[in-house]
C-alpha cells in the first residue's frame, strides 16, 4: 500500500511539473482541494506533493462534502475569476468525478484527479467493482472504536497523570521535559494505539511496573540539549515565570538527558532522537519497532 501511495503522489507531482514546466514558479497559484469527503485523504498527498516543490508558492482553499454538479459549477466560476488556478480533487462517485474533468477542461482549468486511477486499478486487480461511496473510511466500526478508546486512554495518562494500570498501554513513551511526548501519543492514538507518556524529573522515580512491564512497547525520547534549552526557554517566556532557571540552564538540560540516557540503555528500552524529526517521522518509527516487537 505504501508503494502504491508513493506512485500516487509521484504521478500527482510529474503531472503538475510538466503542466507548469513553461511557467514562472515564482507566480502565485491558487490550489482548490475539492473533496466528496471530509478532504483529510487530499489534504495529506498535497502537503506530501507541494514539498516536491521549493518554489511554489500558493494559497490553499478546500471544498469538503461537494457531491452535486451544482457546486462543482460554482467552484469552476470561482476559478475563472482567479489566475493560476489549479484544482486537486478526490471524488469516488464517477459521474460527478468526469463531470469536475469536463467542466475544468472548458473552461482551462488544470484539473488532477488523486483516486480515479488507483480505485480502477485496484477494482482490476481485486476482480471486483468498487463501490464509489463517498466517506466510505468513515464507517463507525470496530477499528473506529478501537481508536476512540486509545485516544480516550491516551489523554487519561497523558504527562504521567495515571500509572498504576500502564501494563494495559500499547506503547509507553518515556523522556525529559520538551521532547515531544504529548502530540507523539496522541498521533498515535490516532491510529488505535493505547499510549502513556511518563516525563522524566531529575530525583522523580519511574514507576515499578516499567521494569517488569514485558507486553508494552516502551521507548525513550532524547533530543539535543541546545535545542530543548531554547524550547524551554520560549515556554517560560510565554509562561512569563522567571523561577525556572534550572529548567532552562544548559548544564543541566544536558545532565538530564545524559541520565535518560543512562536509563533507557541499562533497561535495553530503545531510544529515538526527536531533534530533527517531526512528529509524524517519530511515529512512524515507533510502529516499526511495534511490528518488530510483535513477531518476537
Keep these: 500500500m505504501l508503494i502504491i501511495f508513493s506512485n500516487l503522489k509521484e504521478t500527482c507531482t510529474t503531472l503538475i511539473y510538466y503542466n507548469f514546466i513553461n511557467k514562472d514558479m515564482n507566480e502565485k497559484y491558487n490550489v482548490y482541494l475539492v473533496s466528496d469527503s471530509t478532504g483529510e485523504t487530499l489534504d495529506r498527498i498535497f502537503l506530501s506533493l507541494k514539498s516536491q516543490f521549493a518554489n511554489f508558492e500558493y494559497e490553499k482553499k478546500e471544498f469538503a ?12 466560476k470561482e476559478c475563472n475569476l482567479i489566475d493560476n488556478s489549479i484544482i486537486l480533487y478526490t471524488i469516488v462517485e464517477t459521474k460527478l468525478a468526469k463531470y469536475l474533468a469536463n467542466q475544468s477542461e472548458k473552461n482551462s482549468v488544470p484539473c488532477f484527479g488523486v483516486l480515479g486511477n488507483l480505485i480502477l486499478s485496484f477494482s482490476k486487480l481485486l476482480n471486483q467493482k468498487a463501490i464509489h461511496k463517498p466517506s466510505a473510511q468513515h464507517v463507525l466500526d470496530d477499528d473506529y472504536y478501537k481508536r476512540m478508546e486509545a485516544i ?17 498501554a ?11 511526548k504529548t ?35 516502551i521507548i525513550g525520547l532524547i533530543a539535543d540539549p541546545e535545542r530543548l534549552s531554547d524550547i524551554r526557554r520560549n515556554r517560560v517566556a ?59
Design 183 to 217: 502530540p507523539t501519543s496522541i498521533y498515535l492514538a490516532n491510529r488505535g494505539y493505547k499510549t502513556v507518556n511518563i516525563p522524566l524529573v531529575l530525583d522523580q522515580k519511574i514507576p515499578k511496573d516499567l521494569i517488569t512491564n514485558k507486553t508494552s512497547c
Design 238 to 296: 510565554i509562561m512569563k515565570d522567571q523561577n525556572l532557571k534550572e529548567y532552562t540552564d544548559l548544564n543541566s538540560i544536558k545532565k538530564e538527558v545524559e541520565d535518560s540516557k543512562n536509563l533507557f540503555k541499562k533497561n535495553n528500552w530503545p531510544i529515538i532522537d526527536v531533534t530533527r524529526r517531526s512528529v509524524e517521522e517519530t511515529a512512524a518509527s515507533i510502529l516499526k519497532m511495534i511490528e518488530i516487537k510483535k513477531k518476537r
Design 65 to 76: 462534502f461537494i457531491r452535486t454538479e451544482q457546486q462543482v459549477d460554482k467552484i469552476i
Design 152 to 168: 480516550q486512554f491516551t489523554m487519561i495518562h497523558d504527562d504521567g497523570k495515571k500509572v498504576d494500570d500502564i501494563n494495559d
Design 170 to 180: 500499547d506503547v509507553i513513551l518515556l523522556g525529559v521535559s520538551r521532547t515531544s
